[in-house]
């Protein structure tokens, strides 16, 4: 029976300045070496997983030939220290976040998007409480010779590994792992035996990985040119010393049973395991809106623009016209029964062109007075993010929204 193995340390051109493999070449690649499932797990960042997302899943190529589907494992290297709001020093390790479904995407793009706005000096940072509140369908594995878990374990102090390890096995129970590499770097021999002790003790999996960072093996002088660029040193500095290697490449999946023999067999076969439990898909069709917070009174989107209107028909003194309530209520309706029949919410829709517009008005941002078919509806009147009376000049609210409507429309605005 052929060999298995799935990478799950790889990084993509994304992360900046660490990688020479392009995202565009990754089916390519794959097929090339026999894999049929990567993760893309770049530093920091979640930039390139659509692009990577795509290209994996693509059925045929420019000529209409059909192509091997690669199964795309969504995830990212974050990093972790102790509190994102001491900024002293460089006190931070990383660690691979794979996630399983959407939970775990959201978790992670939460993340990722705090490490960026709130977390951020020298790298995008979260600490121990944040993982802890957002790891919900995630698996995390500690990864590279510098890592809380590895700095021990490569110095031989397996207590000290096994306590930092157990602050991640705390939130990812067992859904946490820890990386074992043998990928030509110094000290790998060591680090991979106390790993796997103190993974022994501790009762958590442990994974091969390679950290992949160029795609095959000739490319490690280009891998190691672009080291050299980004620090502005010499590919002959003693700075590379450690990480002149010729392994970090997407090997076979023999390649790495081949790297890996004397270890147990299951630091292989576990990123199989790991890859079954990932099953995240994207869905590229038609419009997603975000969450839109209303008040708790009310119990969906519809009912409380119904109450912003009404509120609003009555600020402008038309709430007695039965010609504008009427208006009003076959508008209303036809935005309820455009969410029942086509699924689109443009109850929400409205609600989001009416928080900004609102939000700008009340602080003294101008804004226009509508344009285009938008003008022709009372609704969006009443909530005054138009300012033409559709009524009084005759405009038709066919002309912006029936319930046939096959997409969401575009209401302009001027600040």
Known sequence: MAKEFVHLNFHSEYSMLESCCSVKNVKDECIRTGHSCLAITDSGVM???????????????????????????????????????INEGRDYFQVILLAKGEEGYNNLKKLSNISHTEGYYYKPR???????????????????????VQKYARRGQVTEAKIEAEKLYSIFGDEYYIDVQNNGQSDQDVTNKNVIEVATLLGCGVVATNDVRYYQKEHHLAHLVLLATRDKKSIKSD???????????????????????????????????????CNLSF????????????????????EYLKHLSYCGLRERGLAEIPEYVERLEEELFDVRMINETK??????????????????????????????????SVLLYSLKVTNIDPIKYNLYWWRFLTVDKEHYIDESCFF
């Open 47 to 85: 930039a390139g997983i659509v692009k990577f997302y795509k290209e994996c899943v693509k059925a045929e190529d420019k000529k209409g030939n059909p192509l091997k589907k690669i199964k795309p494992i969504i995830g990212s290297k974050i990093y972790v220290c102790p509190k994102i709001e």
């Open 126 to 148: 979260v600490d121990y409480d944040l993982l802890s509140k957002n790891c919900g369908d995630l698996i995390c594995i500690s990864t590279g010779i510098n890592s809380s």
């Open 343 to 376: 699924g689109y919410n443009f109850a929400r829709y409205f609600l989001m062109v009416w928080d900004y517009v609102n939000h700008a008005q009340k602080n003294k941002c101008r804004t226009g007075i509508g344009r285009g078919s938008a003008c022709g």
């Open 239 to 277: 700075k590379f010393s450690a990480i002149r290697t010729k392994e970090r490449y997407l090997k076979t999946a023999e390649e790495m049973y081949e790297a890996f023999k004397g270890y147990p067999e299951y630091v292989l076969t576990n990123t199989l395991d790991i890859a079954s439990k």
């Open 283 to 302: 869905n590229f069709g038609g419009m997603r809106l975000p969450e839109f917070e209303i008040p708790k009174e009310f119990s969906d989107d519809w």
